[in-house]
């Protein structure tokens, strides 16, 4: 199946979209606020008592992901207000919407078309008339033979050594995709070829990346949608600087730089040879650029071919997402689930847990794309919005987790819906090491599903003082994710049942998920901090609050000599 059909949304409406639906004023939202009381008592021990065939009735797979979302408290009539509550917010359009290209990122007025970036060759997706998936294949294909040319020893750097060690320039957008998946997918990896990441301005992160690399086998990725962001130009001067002083002449950044970006102007301006400008779109949103040649990267450690299966997978939950009825769609089910849980049952952090160390970075790479995406407090009609939108996501991978803060999910105040996400089957195998793992993962949801009661801990002979102590109340609500293995295709769908999770989230909580304006603020004060920190006399050109002005000169105290 693929992508073909562009919009069915007459062209006078696509600027309507999505719709602006305050969700508080549906009688759907009324009803699951009374739902929610009369479940406030029930604990999920009698749910599992009562229904035998709860694990299957609340079970749903798709792509090589399997969901059991059985250990949350809900009934089948918690669903279907849900999925009431879903149509009557209007979902079934604002995807259509975004499938067709329509500028649905109205606060900057650009389509959302990630979609578009796994879509197969033959897809015709229309931006302004025109499909854009030629493009997207363009840029694929050339991505694929500088990787295969890298990966065969054939791209000399100036001296004639092949290149062996990459270094990517980026940061947030640029960079959390790129690092989480070539860590998740290191067992697909080519063996002696170094894939590296700089993100943090502090230049210890570039210097430490450097120490032990060779210039003459190095090339740079300065990964930048916009060539404009002050950590990334910062550190592409600075690493453009250390290759000069090591090969002493400039015409050797042609040989060790290239440049992902939407602004390929600035990047030849840089110095890059435009055959090493990588392109890519104003319809990609930086959290959501993965697939573009953002993923270069990826692409040079994989491989082009694991690149693609990770696309394939991508775009096998985008049909899914796309296509299926919510029942069993399973990012409209966790979206359902994460607004049962923060707007009816008011817990507002949601943990992502993987029992996988090459997910490692998953959880932070997961926070950037749901906090960006919708921490935010204005609603489609420009007012405040008067519920709770995205909620704070964190997550460590297990079974470390389970020796640091597992206690708190445990037996704390808060209740945290979490997502564990288990594999079958290791990419690589030791021993008893996955069973281990896998075992782990399910005993902690079994664990916080039904706790101890206070009667099984006497039955151990505990002495009654430390009863209390021993109990678990559990009744505590999570979702298993189940990936028969990690690879490049299951890690796609996982990415992107997640992208599309958070899409419906926005869509109901009726904000803006593409744009991302909360970021801009700290960004010109710095600048304008930056000035004043390296003054040479006294004075202060900015306006600065007292705390700030004190923290101003303090800093240049102990800068100054
Ligand atoms: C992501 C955000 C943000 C962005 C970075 C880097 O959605 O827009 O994290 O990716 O600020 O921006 P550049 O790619 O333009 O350097």
């Given at each position: 199946?693929?992508?073909?059909?562009?919009?069915?949304?007459?062209?006078?409406?696509?600027?309507?979209?999505?719709?602006?639906?305050?969700?508080?004023?549906?009688?759907?939202?009324?009803?699951?606020?009374?739902?929610?009381?009369?479940?406030?008592?029930?604990?999920?021990?009698?749910?599992?008592?009562?229904?035998?065939?709860?694990?299957?009735?609340?079970?749903?797979?798709?792509?090589?992901?399997?969901?059991?979302?059985?250990?949350?408290?809900?009934?089948?009539?918690?669903m279907?207000?849900?999925?009431?509550?879903?149509?009557?917010?209007?979902?079934?359009?604002?995807?259509?919407?975004?499938?067709?290209?329509?500028?649905?990122?109205?606060?900057?007025?650009?389509?959302?078309?990630?979609?578009?970036?796994?879509?197969?060759?033959?897809?015709?997706?229309?931006v302004?008339?025109?499909?854009?998936?030629?493009?997207?294949?363009?840029?694929?294909?050339?991505?694929?033979?500088?990787?295969?040319?890298?990966?065969?020893?054939?791209?000399?750097?100036?001296?004639?050594?092949?290149?062996?060690?990459?270094?990517?320039?980026?940061?947030?957008?640029?960079?959390?995709?790129?690092?989480?998946?070539?860590?998740?997918?290191?067992?697909?990896?080519?063996?002696?070829?170094?894939?590296?990441?700089?993100?943090?301005?502090?230049?210890?992160h570039?210097?430490?990346?450097l120490?032990?690399?060779?210039?003459a086998?190095?090339?740079?990725?300065?990964?930048?949608?916009?060539?404009?962001?002050?950590?990334?130009?910062?550190?592409?001067?600075?690493?453009?600087?250390?290759?000069?002083?090591k090969?002493?002449d400039?015409?050797?950044?042609?040989?060790?730089?290239?440049?992902?970006?939407?602004?390929?102007?600035?990047?030849?301006?840089?110095?890059?040879?435009?055959?090493?400008?990588?392109?890519?779109?104003?319809?990609?949103?930086?959290?959501?650029?993965?697939?573009?040649?953002?993923?270069?990267?990826?692409?040079?450690?994989?491989?082009?071919?694991?690149?693609?299966?990770?696309?394939?997978?991508?775009h096998?939950?985008?049909?899914?997402?796309?296509?299926?009825?919510?029942?069993?769609?399973?990012?409209?089910?966790?979206?359902?689930?994460?607004?049962?849980?923060?707007?009816?049952?008011?817990?507002?952090?949601?943990?992502?847990?993987?029992?996988?160390?090459?997910?490692?970075?998953?959880?932070?790479?997961?926070?950037?794309?749901?906090?960006?995406?919708?921490?935010?407090?204005?609603?489609?009609s420009?007012?405040?919005?008067?519920?709770?939108?995205?909620?704070?996501?964190?997550?460590?991978?297990?079974?470390?987790?389970?020796?640091?803060?597992?206690?708190?999910?445990?037996?704390?105040?808060?209740?945290?819906?979490?997502?564990?996400?288990?594999?079958?089957?290791?990419?690589?195998?030791?021993?008893?090491?996955?069973?281990?793992?896998?075992?782990?993962?399910?005993?902690?949801?079994q664990?916080?599903?039904?706790?101890?009661?206070?009667?099984?801990?006497?039955?151990?002979?505990?002495p009654?003082?430390?009863?209390?102590?021993?109990?678990?109340?559990?009744?505590?609500?999570?979702?298993?994710?189940?990936?028969?293995?990690?690879?490049?295709?299951?890690?796609?769908?996982?990415?992107?049942?997640?992208?599309?999770?958070?899409?419906?989230?926005?869509?109901?909580?009726?904000i803006?998920?593409?744009?991302?304006?909360?970021?801009?603020?700290?960004?010109?004060?710095?600048?304008?901090?930056?000035?004043?920190?390296?003054?040479?006399?006294?004075?202060?050109?900015?306006?600065?609050?007292?705390?700030?002005?004190?923290?101003?000169?303090?800093?240049?105290?102990?800068?100054?000599?």
């Amino acid at each position: 199946m693929s992508i073909t059909k562009t919009s069915s949304i007459p062209r006078q409406d696509r600027m309507k979209f999505p719709t602006t639906i305050n969700p508080t004023s549906l009688p759907q939202w009324r009803v699951l606020n009374e739902h929610a009381r009369s479940l406030q008592s029930v604990h999920l021990r009698d749910l599992f008592a009562d229904n035998p065939r709860r694990a299957q009735q609340f079970s749903a797979d798709a792509a090589g992901i399997f969901v059991d979302y059985s250990k949350n408290r809900i009934t089948a009539e918690t669903m279907q207000h849900l999925f009431a509550l879903v149509d009557a917010c209007a979902l079934r359009p604002a995807i259509d919407a975004m499938f067709a290209g329509v500028p649905i990122n109205h606060t900057e007025n650009r389509p959302v078309l990630h979609v578009a970036l796994r879509a197969p060759r033959d897809a015709d997706i229309r931006v302004d008339g025109r499909n854009v998936v030629p493009a997207v294949h363009d840029v694929l294909d050339r991505m694929g033979a500088c990787a295969d040319r890298i990966r065969a020893g054939n791209w000399d750097g100036y001296s004639g050594r092949p290149i062996r060690n990459i270094v990517n320039i980026g940061i947030g957008g640029s960079d959390l995709g790129p690092v989480m998946a070539t860590e998740a997918l290191k067992p697909f990896a080519k063996p002696g070829l170094r894939v590296r990441f700089v993100s943090n301005i502090d230049g210890a992160h570039l210097q430490e990346t450097l120490r032990d690399l060779d210039a003459a086998e190095t090339l740079f990725i300065v990964a930048s949608k916009t060539f404009t962001t002050q950590e990334t130009m910062t550190n592409a001067q600075s690493a453009r600087a250390w290759c000069l002083a090591k090969l002493k002449d400039e015409s050797a950044v042609a040989r060790h730089f290239a440049a992902v970006s939407t602004n390929i102007d600035a990047a030849t301006e840089f110095g890059i040879d435009p055959d090493n400008v990588f392109g890519f779109w104003d319809w990609v949103g930086g959290r959501y650029s993965l697939c573009s040649a953002i993923g270069l990267p990826l692409m040079i450690a994989v491989g082009p071919d694991h690149f693609r299966a990770m696309l394939a997978g991508f775009h096998a939950m985008d049909i899914h997402f796309r296509d299926t009825p919510w029942t069993d769609n399973l990012p409209v089910i966790l979206a359902l689930l994460g607004i049962w849980h923060g707007n009816f049952m008011g817990y507002d952090t949601h943990a992502v847990l993987p029992y996988s160390q090459c997910l490692a970075r998953f959880p932070a790479y997961l926070q950037q794309a749901d906090m960006e995406s919708n921490g935010k407090s204005v609603d489609r009609s420009g007012h405040a919005v008067d519920i709770m939108t995205g909620p704070i996501v964190w997550g460590e991978p297990g079974t470390n987790g389970q020796h640091a803060f597992f206690q708190l999910l445990h037996q704390g105040t808060r209740i945290v819906p979490a997502d564990f996400i288990a594999v079958c089957r290791a990419a690589e195998p030791m021993g008893r090491h996955q069973d281990m793992l896998a075992a782990n993962c399910f005993a902690q949801t079994q664990a916080l599903a039904f706790g101890r009661s206070a009667a099984d801990v006497e039955t151990e002979g505990t002495p009654a003082d430390l009863v209390p102590y021993k109990t678990f109340s559990g009744n505590r609500p999570t979702n298993t994710l189940v990936l028969d293995a990690l690879t490049p295709r299951t890690l796609g769908a996982l990415i992107a049942l997640y992208e599309h999770k958070i899409f419906v989230q926005g869509i109901i909580w009726n904000i803006y998920s593409f744009d991302q304006w909360g970021v801009e603020l700290g960004k010109k004060l710095a600048h304008r901090i930056l000035e004043d920190l390296t003054r040479k006399d006294d004075g202060m050109s900015g306006d600065h609050d007292s705390s700030t002005a004190a923290l101003i000169r303090r800093y240049r105290t102990h800068t100054s000599g």
